[in-house]
């Protein structure tokens, strides 16, 4: 993953997908077999959490504006790195998915969600986006399975609709992920990359692939 002259091109793989698709796995996974740097979701520092999932409605906008603090800050440690990163889970998801539907199901007000939105689209355009976005799809039985299994408290309180209504927000901003990235679907509920070495070697080849392609274009 070099150019002719030997210079590294760094990569950045970012991670999208519901809640419990096994994200924070998948980077590890490949922060693992390819040596890059990890950066992961803010969850266990998360102030608003715990009283967001027991009160959306009062807690929705104060949520959205510390996980938009906190990725875009990483998103710029991850610009300034000049390495090789994957990271869990996009700043964009927060935007498209999880403010939009808060907004559409009346837990945010549209005075708050206007704010939220415009703050979002100043703080975006001095982020470097991902080279390629793995859309973590699986479908929502599946979801709560395995949220059930890993059992963190806040989770189990969450609406299963909730987690519907973020899968079919997810199927649709896939669509339009290629505006800002290359796009690389990994069907979960097909691939267990848990456990299966051929899963697990097939995700990391693609990935190679879109590094090498973006090599290639950095070398012309």
């Known amino acids: ?91 964009y998801e927060d935007t498209e998915i999880f403010a939009r539907i808060l907004y559409r199901r009346g837990m945010m007000s549209e005075r708050d969600y206007r704010n939220y939105r415009d703050l979002f689209a100043t703080m975006v355009g001095y982020l470097r986006p991902p080279d390629l976005i793995l859309y973590m799809r699986a479908q929502p039985e599946t979801i709560l399975r395995r949220i059930e299994a890993r059992g963190r408290d806040c989770e189990q309180k969450i609406d299963p609709d909730y987690v519907r209504e973020l899968h079919e927000s997810y199927e649709h901003w896939a669509e339009r992920i290629p505006v800002i990235a290359p796009l690389h679907v990994v069907d979960t509920d097909r691939l267990d990359l848990k456990e299966d070495r051929a899963a697990q070697d097939e995700l990391i080849e693609a990935i190679r692939r879109f590094s090498r392609e973006k090599d290639a274009r950095g070398a012309r």
Request: aromatic share 14%.
């Open 1 to 91: 993953m070099t150019t002719p002259t030997g210079e590294k091109v760094p990569f950045y793989v970012a991670i999208a997908g519901n809640i419990g698709v096994g994200k924070t796995m998948v980077t590890d996974l490949i922060g693992e077999r390819l040596g890059w740097d990890t950066y992961y979701e803010p969850v266990e520092d998360n102030p608003y959490l715990d009283d967001f999932y027991a009160d959306m409605k009062r807690y929705s906008f104060h949520l959205q504006v510390f996980l938009l603090s906190k990725r875009f800050a990483l998103q710029r440690r991850i610009t300034e790195s000049g390495r090789s990163v994957v990271q869990d889970r996009t700043i």
